[in-house]
């Protein structure tokens, strides 16, 4: 009998996915014990796993995995603590749905982002409300799977949790390589509504304290923005990019007016410059360039020991799809 037939046996299974991501069967567990049989039955046979929400917001190189594991069953909302200010939302929860929610009681993750929540977390990517960080930082916990197969639980629902390793923050970033989110705790704060205001001297507006300053370049044209509380101008920026420039904290508009390419956003006090139509691999001289679409290999351009150690911790059979190649 072929493996798919026994994966079948184990959730529901269905046709693989093609183009940027291929892979021969997408797997849809409706538990975290199905998660758990899934990773296992891919040690036995020595197949490789791909991890997605929805699979909208891909990042890194092209996937050729044989089992695509979605959360989007794992899609409960369990908890909303209006009073110690927390969400415990599954995986597969969509992100807006999450926020429209939120909204409803009074509060809200102050990110914008178009896919799952376990893909918010995963992804770790800076929202236009830049002073307040990123996604890690919001994470207080999580239930996560492990490349063993193994359903462990790290961190708490509070920030006053601080002893043992901090492995929900290690998975922020890592884009499923080290391990799946099926359930995680975050940080939340009384809703409130932003506008953006085009500004000249951005030093002016920290007296305003604004939630975030970006800057958008579009060819030789830069504008820069204070994202201001209260009702007013809302434009969209484009949630999909070529490539991501790393580079120092309070430098991002800097370095953003010696950057030739389409379309770019530096988001100030993030360290991130994000863009579309540059030359990765000409910027990669000056700069920590990571390639985000349309890449075969080494897309981020750079390698940490300290991953590697995590890997082989957490995954040593290296059963998660390599996105550090």
Same mark, same amino acid.
């Given at each position: ?56 917001? +891909?990042?890194?190189?092209?996937? *050729? ?6 959360? !989007?069953? $794992?899609?409960? &909302?369990?908890? &909303? ?23 409803? +009681? =009074? ?21 236009? $409300? ?6 890690? @930082? ?6 996560? %799977? ?17 002893? =043992? ?18 359930? &995680?705790? #975050?940080? $939340? ?5 932003? +506008? ?22 579009? =060819? ?21 990019? @070529? ?12 370095? $953003?007016? !010696?950057?030739?390419? @389409? ?6 006090? *993030? ?10 691999? =000409? ?12 890449? %075969? ?7 940490? !020991? ?8 957490? @995954? ?5 799809? *390599? #996105?550090?190649?």
């Amino acid at each position: 009998m072929d493996w798919v037939d026994e994966v079948g046996k184990i959730s529901e299974t269905r046709e693989g996915s093609s183009s940027n991501v291929i892979t021969r069967i997408n797997v849809f567990p409706s538990s975290y014990e199905e998660v758990s049989e899934i990773i296992k039955f891919a040690i036995k046979n020595n197949l490789k796993i791909y991890p997605f929400g929805k699979n909208s917001n +891909h990042i890194g190189p092209n996937v *050729n995995a044989d089992i695509g594991l979605s959360t !989007e069953k $794992l899609n409960r &909302i369990i908890d &909303i603590s209006e009073e110690d200010l927390y969400v415990t939302a599954q995986a597969g929860v969509d992100f807006q749905y999450l926020s429209n929610v939120l909204k409803s +009681h =009074g509060l809200q993750i102050p990110f914008l982002y178009s896919g799952t929540t376990g893909g918010f977390a995963s992804t770790n990517l800076p929202s236009i $409300l830049t002073w307040y960080g990123y996604p890690k @930082d919001w994470l207080l916990g999580a239930k996560i %799977a492990t490349g063993l197969g193994e359903i462990i639980k790290s961190g708490s629902k509070t920030t006053k949790f601080s002893s =043992g390793y901090k492995i929900w923050k290690a998975l922020s970033g890592a884009l499923g390589w080290l391990g799946i989110y099926l359930e &995680i705790n #975050i940080r $939340l704060i009384p809703y409130q509504n932003f +506008h953006f205001e085009e500004i000249k001297n951005y030093e002016e507006y920290f007296k305003r304290r604004p939630l975030g300053i970006i800057s958008v370049k579009e =060819g030789n044209n830069i504008k820069i923005y204070a994202v201001i509380r209260g009702e007013g101008k809302i434009f969209e920026i484009p949630k999909k990019y @070529d490539a991501s420039i790393v580079t120092v904290r309070g430098k991002e508009i800097d370095v $953003l007016k !010696e950057i030739e390419g @389409d379309y770019c956003v530096a988001y100030y006090g *993030n360290g991130l410059i994000r863009c579309n139509g540059i030359d990765v691999e =000409g910027l990669r001289s000056q700069f920590v360039v990571i390639k985000e679409r349309n890449c %075969a290999s080494n897309c981020f351009g750079y390698n940490y !020991e300290a991953i590697s150690m995590l890997k082989n911790s957490l @995954d040593p059979n290296g059963i998660f799809f *390599n #996105i550090f190649q």
